[in-house]
Nanobody
Framework: QVQLVESGGGLVQAGDSLRLSCAAS????????IGWFRQNPGKEREFVAA?????FYADSVKGRFTISRDNAKNTAYLQMNSVKPEDTAVYYC??????????????????????WGQGTQVTVSS
């Protein structure tokens, strides 16, 4: 079992930066892919970014967000720069799946992930 806890969300203004953290406990997550997803009320959960042997990004965040991981700290991060009001959502981190897939569509599928955090709210004001 892996427990995930997100932190770092909050209220920011458009153009600001924010860094989300995803701390893992339990089994080491070194061999898991890590994904960040986001969701607004009444909408489907949306893929944001993933990191395995490489990184993948949704087009909407490419060039603005950076996903990274520190295996020694069992923590993954999502650095969010130049945020926009449309980035407002609850952000979830997830762990699981294959570390070695070369397909972005593999990592954008939320069903690939076995473990999920409780989410952290990010609100971007205009």
């Amino acid at each position: 079992q892996v427990q995930l806890v997100e932190s770092g969300g909050g209220l920011v203004q458009a153009g600001d930066s924010l860094r989300l953290s995803c701390a893992a406990s339990g089994r080491t997550f070194n061999n898991y892919a890590i994904g960040w997803f986001r969701q607004n009320p009444g909408k489907e959960r949306e893929f944001v970014a993933a990191i395995s042997w490489t990184t993948f990004y949704a087009d909407s965040v490419k060039g603005r967000f950076t996903i990274s991981r520190d295996n020694a700290k069992n923590t993954a991060y999502l650095q969010m720069n130049s945020v926009k009001p449309e980035d407002t959502a609850v952000y979830y981190c997830a762990a699981g799946g294959s570390f070695y897939s070369t397909s972005m569509s593999y990592y954008t599928n939320s069903a690939r992930y076995d473990y999920w955090g409780q989410g952290t709210q990010v609100t971007v004001s205009s």
